[in-house]
């Protein structure tokens, strides 16, 4: 091995041990980048299976006009509610076609098995929809009316039930609390609406014949608000920044807290068995739109956070992963060159020494050999 390779093998040495560091940021730089990637992947489906849960909420908003008990309201009232009804389902179907494009779109390999098995679990569940919508139209009795609820729930749980593994899938702090305070921002909006709707049924069943709801839905109405009172506390601990300001300028004005405390008055009143705090249903519309409208406002403003967040994390960790792989590339090759240079630079006058000192020894050889043999 000639001398400047041994010198360029001697400064390769410690390149090495500077160039580990660097590989290591790169790949966790890009692991970091494929994170976000695929959440970014999952999230866009999450976001199609919200739109339909969504939807799924409006098909919920005027079931009970279908009911055995209104088949001889006004006819107007009845047309308003069936062209109503037509319209939620007809944008239902619009939300379905999308969630389904988008389902299409991604590699069945790259969903988690807890995510397959939720949307194994939706597909399941759609198969009973035409059934269901039909069975709504029937003029349905009480336990009909409870199947209907049932199905529905069950099918918007399993809807909103995938955005909490997103979790799962991220190492990023920021990114999982952002999941978290969106997810249970949407827990207590659906548990909220679900005992919001029966103080509508209550009023609307205590105006028409002074009759109290089923003492069935207690339970629904108690453990609806306390559960949505229970993830209120915690989005607005868990939440920081523009998404705070935003809860605390609610809880401001008491705009969870009122409709609240009128859910736990009906539910107080329905086990007493004494008429309802409220007769007026346009004044409980009030409290109510907070929970349809400006939660599901805030709902809205939470994902597109959590999508820049996502985009803004990988754009920054991409540049990062670039830019150290560009400069560690462009220190390797500077690092080679110069050694290179130096060790040529070293090798020549040694070489120049080497071949001096080889040639005086033979020429001190040629004259010291005939002295020898004239002895």
């Known amino acids: 091995m000639k001398l400047e390779q041994r010198l360029l093998l001697l400064a390769l040495v410690p390149l090495v041990f500077a160039v580990i560091p660097a590989g290591a940021l790169i790949v966790r730089s890009h692991r970091v980048v494929v ?12 976001w ?11 098909e919920a908003d005027n079931w009970y006009l279908f009911r055995a008990e209104h088949a001889n309201d006004p006819a107007a009232i009845l047309a308003e509610a069936r062209q109503k009804q037509d319209a939620a389902r007809k944008a239902t179907d619009t939300a379905l076609a999308e969630y389904d494009r988008t389902l299409a779109g991604i590699d069945p390999a790259l969903l988690p098995p807890a995510i397959r098995r939720i949307l194994d679990e939706i597909a399941a569940g759609r198969a009973s929809l035409s059934a269901t919508r039909a069975l709504l139209y029937s003029r349905h009795t009480d336990a009909q009316s409870a199947e209907i609820a049932a199905y529905y729930q069950a099918l918007r749980g399993k809807l909103g039930g995938v955005l909490a593994l997103l979790i799962d899938q991220t190492t990023n702090d920021v990114v999982a609390r952002k999941l978290q305070v969106l997810t249970k921002t949407i827990v207590l909006r659906n548990q909220g609406m679900e005992a919001g709707r029966k103080i509508f049924w209550s009023i609307q069943c205590w105006n028409r014949d002074h009759k109290l709801i089923d003492n069935d839905l207690l339970l629904v109405m108690v453990s609806g608000v306390e559960v949505a009172d229970s993830q209120w506390n915690e989005v607005v601990a868990l939440s920081q920044g ?3 300001e935003k809860l605390l300028a609610f809880n401001a004005r008491s705009a969870w807290q009122t409709p609240a405390t009128i859910i736990r008055q009906f539910a107080n009143n329905l086990a007493k068995g004494t008429p309802p705090p409220l007769t007026d249903q346009d004044e409980w519309s ?17 994902r597109q956070d959590f999508t820049t967040t996502c985009t803004d994390i990988r754009s920054s960790y991409t540049r990062q ?14 690092i080679l060159y110069v050694t290179r240079r130096m060790a040529l630079s070293i090798a020549r006058p040694l070489k120049t020494t080497a071949a001096k000192l080889v040639a005086g020894a033979t020429s001190f050889a040629n004259e010291a050999h005939p002295r020898g043999c004239g002895r």
């Open 242 to 244: 523009a998404a705070r």
């Open 286 to 302: 009030k409290s109510y739109d907070f929970m349809d409208k400006n939660l599901g406002e805030f709902v809205q403003w939470l």
């Open 35 to 46: 994170e976000m990637q695929g959440l970014d992947l999952f999230a866009n489906l999450v």
């Open 48 to 58: 199609k299976m919200g739109d339909v849960e969504k939807c799924f909420d409006q």
């Open 321 to 334: 992963r670039n830019v150290t792989a560009g400069l560690t590339l462009a220190g390797i090759v500077l």
